[in-house]
């Protein structure tokens, strides 16, 4: 019996064996080659993409952009050299797979003049970097679109090398802004002058009483509701620059009972209203008797304002002054 058994299994490893050889044989060919290509390619970050911000301003349209990056080949036998052009047909195609709605950027806003590099022989990566930036006097006005791409395909100008297809095209994308409010800006830089006390006499403000806010004492004025803004008419309509808050008790030099932020909305008529932007604590400067000052960078025509505050303070927090710059 155990001749029988041995003879069985025997037969079944030959058998397996035989299977295994003419497998070996059989034509059909199941090695996985990779990329045969010698790619030259660009890592600047996991989606290989910039970006940048414009704000609009009464005063003129801010924002700046400079990047650099090096690029790199898998294995440099011979020199090669690459350049950066803009592909705007990859605007589509970049907006599909982001799932955004980006505008192309036109193309006078970056300069690609130094958007070159190149890599040395038996070498991995370029000692030069490349350089892309904002055209200088490249006119921002224009960037009314809420966000821009700029699509950059890399072009192998010279060498054996060949531009990836993933890693071979660079992103900048570019989104716009407008706002009125110049951030963390001095009272210096208020366009226009303070208005005197004696000729805010005819003006009202609600809720309250304007004379609360103009008694030159922190101890009188009015709790903060942040659901209950502010209204202040001031009678006609002036260039406005910017304002300036002092919080209840806010003179002993306690930050704790400072105004916290403050919503500015500006308006000739009552009805249409303009937002001016929401200063933060750290965004409005202050000065040493307590003020608090939110700044725009241009004079807005304005008959109306309205300030809606929260408080640093639950206990003391209110709005003890009031004060109002223009030209």
Sequence with gaps: M?????????????????????????????????????????????????????????????GEFKAS?????????????????????????????????????????????????????????????????????????????????????????AGAGVASVERGIVYVVVTTSTRLMNAGAARSAIPGQEIPVANMASWTITPGSLADFTDNSSFSGSRIDPNTPFVIDMQEVKNVGGIGLQGLYANYGVSSYGINSCKLE????GNNWTEAGTASYDEMSSDNNGYQYVVLYGAVQTRYIRLTLSARSSWYGGLAELRVFAQ
């Excluded at 990859?90 to 192309?104: Q, S, W």
């Design 2 to 62: 155990k001749t029988k058994i041995l003879k069985y299994f025997s037969l079944c490893i030959a058998t397996v064996a035989a299977l295994g050889f003419s497998s070996c044989n059989n034509d059909e060919s199941y090695d996985v080659y990779g990329n045969p290509d010698n790619l030259v390619y660009a890592r600047v970050n996991a989606d290989n993409t910039f970006n940048t911000k414009v704000v609009h301003t009464p005063v003129g349209d801010m």
């Design 69 to 157: 990056f090096p690029v790199k080949i898998l294995h440099a036998s011979s020199g090669t050299s690459v350049s950066y052009e803009l592909d705007q047909s990859l605007v589509d195609e970049y907006n599909k797979a982001k799932g955004t709605n980006c505008a192309a950027l036109p193309a006078d806003i970056l300069d690609l003049t130094k958007a070159v590099a190149h890599i040395e022989a038996d070498t991995v990566a370029s000692k030069d970097s490349v350089h892309v930036a904002f055209a200088e006097g490249a006119d921002l006005s224009k960037l009314t679109e809420t966000a821009y791409v700029a699509p950059l395909r890399m072009k192998v100008t």
């Design 266 to 269: 500006l308006s000739e008529d």
